[in-house]
Nanobody, 121 residues
């Protein structure tokens, strides 16, 4: 069974950068696509970024395109989300998830515990 643990969240000023990390365990981790999602208070969980099982394909929400970059390091079982030019509206709890190559949170069966990102104006 795949388990995921995120890290790297924190408080940053608008315009700053953060890199989130997600480490996976389990024999089948490398066969899953990996997604980053986020949830702000009072809002539904939303898609942020996606990377295919082999790292060859990526997808981004329009709101983060050009500012965020998703990548994975398969030998290390790691997935990263590099976030640049952060805005206050990026404030949320960020989750990594393992599943199919899909933008729908409902399609993902394995989630990490989440890491808080707060962007001050």
């Amino acid at each position: 069974q795949v388990q995921l643990v995120e890290s790297g969240g924190g408080l940053v000023q608008a315009g700053g950068s953060l890199r989130l990390s997600c480490v996976g365990s389990g024999r089948t981790f490398s066969t899953y696509a990996m997604g980053w999602f986020r949830q702000a208070p009072g809002k539904e969980r939303e898609f942020v970024a996606l990377v295919s099982w082999d790292g060859s394909s990526t997808a981004y929400a329009d709101s983060v395109k050009g500012r965020f970059t998703i990548s994975r390091d398969k030998p290390k079982n790691m997935v990263y989300l590099q976030m640049n030019s952060l805005k206050p509206e990026d404030t949320a709890v960020y989750y990594c998830a393992a599943g199919p190559y899909s933008r729908r949170a409902a399609d993902f069966g394995t989630w990490g515990q989440g890491t808080q990102v707060t962007v001050s104006s």
